[in-house]
């Protein structure tokens, strides 16, 4: 098991940047996959990035080049770093952990990107 606390959201103009952070209750060193989802009003969860325990990262087409995901397996976290927002990119992020097979989720951060 293991619990996930994002934080980081808030709200920013167009062009801007934020950082979102996802904290894991445990060691994340085992974990071999992480990452990030989000989810606007009235649409589908939408996969946004992911990386394994070695490093290697996996970005959605719509965020290819401006988001930038990372891990440090010594402070149990991963995070997010968006440049170049765009009010697409508002949205409920979530952090998510693959152990065991098993998928956990964290409650969600709010990002809104305004024009």
């Known amino acids: 098991q293991v619990q996930l606390v994002e934080s980081g959201g808030g709200l920013v103009q167009v062009g801007g940047s934020l950082r979102l952070s996802c904290a894991a209750s445990?060691?994340?060193?085992?974990?071999?996959?992480m990452g990030w989802y989000r989810q606007s009003p009235g649409k589908q969860r939408e996969w946004v990035a992911s990386i394994t325990n070695s490093g290697s990262t996996n970005y959605a087409n719509s965020v290819k080049g401006r988001f930038t995901i990372s891990r440090d397996n010594a402070k149990n976290s991963v995070y997010l770093q968006m440049n170049s927002l765009k009010p697409d990119d508002t949205a409920v992020y979530y952090c998510y952990a693959v152990l065991n097979v098993l998928s956990h989720w964290g409650q969600g951060t709010q990002v809104t990107v305004s024009s």
């Open positions: 445990r060691s994340i060193f085992g974990i071999n996959v």
